[in-house]
């Protein structure tokens, strides 16, 4: 069946440090995008990144979409960057599947 | 450009009231998605609408309904609430049904219920 699996599920950093996380999925890919939610519940776009790299400041995406997976980088870590990360994928035109995510915590 | 906007913020409901969920899409977009995602948990697919229809249903009981409107904006109703419907509910709006365009969210409805 259809599966978007996300590792590590939490993760502990000092401000500063650097962090990897990936989005794996079972089937070829239509469509990738990576979320933030905040504390507060909002979640904002990070990234619309069916293939390829793309880079927006402290934060870069890459999806191998013939290896079936995704990872999203966050480098220098700052206190704003916890939260919950989820990448959420669209497999055949017309949902997209949330994996279960990264709850991030970043410590001063 | 205005983005996806949700009302009410919060709606307070008890077992077996009927709750009425609103969404409006970024202006150009045509398809809208609802989630339901319990405390501490990920995003559930709820529905998905495009061009006035219902194309896509998560495994949800039929007591989770909806419509689209003319003008693109939506409807979520639960009826006969229950303790676990208790959530915070997103709706998501994409520019066409088959476009590759992201889906931008709106900040949630939290629904509780007593």
């Known amino acids: 069946g259809i599966q978007v699996e996300q590792s590590p599920p939490d993760l502990i950093l000092q401000e500063g440090a650097n962090s990897t996380l990936r989005c794996n999925f079972s089937d070829s890919v239509n469509n990738l995008q990576w979320f933030h939610q905040n504390p507060w519940g909002q979640l904002i776009n990070l990234f619309y990144i069916p293939s390829g790299t793309k880079q927006n400041g402290r934060l870069s995406a890459t999806t191998v979409a013939t290896e079936r997976y995704s990872l999203l980088y966050i480098s220098s870590s700052q206190t704003t960057d916890s939260g919950v990360y989820f990448c959420?994928?669209?497999?055949?035109?017309?949902?997209?599947?949330f994996g279960t995510g990264t709850s991030l915590t970043v410590i001063p | 450009e205005a983005g996806v906007t949700q009302s009410p913020t919060h709606l307070i409901k008890t077992r077996g009231q009927q709750a009425t969920l609103r969404c409006s899409p970024i202006?150009?977009?045509?398809?809208v998605y609802w989630y339901q995602q319990a405390l501490g948990l990920g995003l559930q697919f709820l529905l998905w609408y495009d061009e006035g229809e219902e194309r896509n249903r998560g495994n949800f009981p039929p007591r989770f309904s909806g419509r689209q409107f003319p003008n693109y904006s939506s409807e979520l109703n639960v009826n006969a609430l229950e303790l676990e419907d208790s959530a915070l509910y997103l709706c998501?709006?994409?520019?066409?049904?088959?476009?590759?365009?992201?889906?931008?969210f709106g900040d949630g409805t939290r629904l509780s219920i007593l």
């Open positions: 959420a994928v669209d497999f055949a035109g017309n949902q997209f599947y």
């Open positions: 998501a709006s994409r520019g066409t049904m088959r476009s590759n365009q992201p889906q931008q």
């Open positions: 202006s150009g977009h045509t398809s």
